[in-house]
């Protein structure tokens, strides 16, 4: 089965810095890739994804970048505020009418004004 | 999002007893899925179903049960036979796309 390694497991940078959280998978077949934010004591919420078709997806401030030969994904935050502070997780699937989603172990992210 | 509900939020169980945490969406998603989340790990999958009146074993499903006998509802039994229950569970449904939405969650608490 598919296996997701996360790096680091925590992350503390000041406000206004970048933050990058590095993810590895092992399934080859694995395409999809999304990124979740998970606030203290509520439920992961999807903040971005990635499909294996592209290379680099941005959103504002968050951004994506795939490297299929090697198989990893990382997560990318720049300009850092505090309510970025969280716990990031990545996941890997091959898509299909389930995914069956498995998940990296988390990064605490903590900004620091 | 919203459309997901969980109940209780909070749950307290003796040991030998069978307790069931409920998974509700209005979402028409077919896929639903039962995840348990440990403090400082990730989320491991137990349960899901991809259809009505049909389910898969995730990575952990041992202890727990489910049942799919509505779209809407895929309750999660977690029996006796679970040594180690207290955990966060979360719920989580799928439509047509790739991404999966959570429920809020429960805490189920071991006394």
């Known amino acids: 089965g598919e296996n997701v390694e996360q790096h680091p497991s925590t992350l503390s940078v000041q406000e206004g810095d970048s933050a990058v959280i590095k993810c590895t998978y092992s399934?080859?077949?694995?395409?999809?890739f999304p990124w979740y934010k998970q606030e203290l004591g509520k439920r992961p919420q999807l903040i971005i994804d990635i499909r294996s078709n592209v290379g680099e997806k941005k959103d504002q401030r968050i951004a994506v970048t795939l490297n299929k030969t090697a198989k990893h994904f990382s997560l990318h935050i720049t300009e850092t505020q505090p309510e970025d502070s969280a716990v990031y997780f990545c996941?890997?699937?091959?898509?299909?009418?389930?995914?069956?989603?498995?998940f990296g172990t988390g990064t605490r992210l903590q900004v620091t004004l | 999002d919203g459309g997901i509900t969980q109940s209780p939020k909070y749950l307290f169980r003796k040991e030998g007893q069978n307790v069931t945490l409920s998974c509700e969406q209005n979402?028409?998603?077919?896929?639903m899925y039962w995840y348990r989340q440990d403090p400082g790990q990730g989320l491991r999958l137990i349960y899901y179903?991809?259809?009505?009146?049909?389910?898969q074993k995730g990575d952990i499903a041992e202890g727990y049960s489910v049942s799919r006998e509505k779209k809407e509802s895929f309750p999660l039994t977690v029996t006796s036979a679970q040594k180690n229950p207290t955990a966060f569970y979360l719920c989580?449904?799928?439509?047509?796309?790739?991404?999966?939405?959570f429920g809020p969650g429960t805490r189920l608490t071991v006394l």
């Open positions: 399934d080859s077949a694995s395409n999809y």
């Open positions: 989580a449904t799928q439509g047509v796309t790739d991404t999966q939405y």
């Open positions: 996941a890997a699937t091959p898509t299909g009418t389930a995914s069956k989603l498995t």
């Open positions: 979402l028409n998603h077919d896929a």
């Open positions: 179903s991809q259809i009505v009146n049909d389910f």
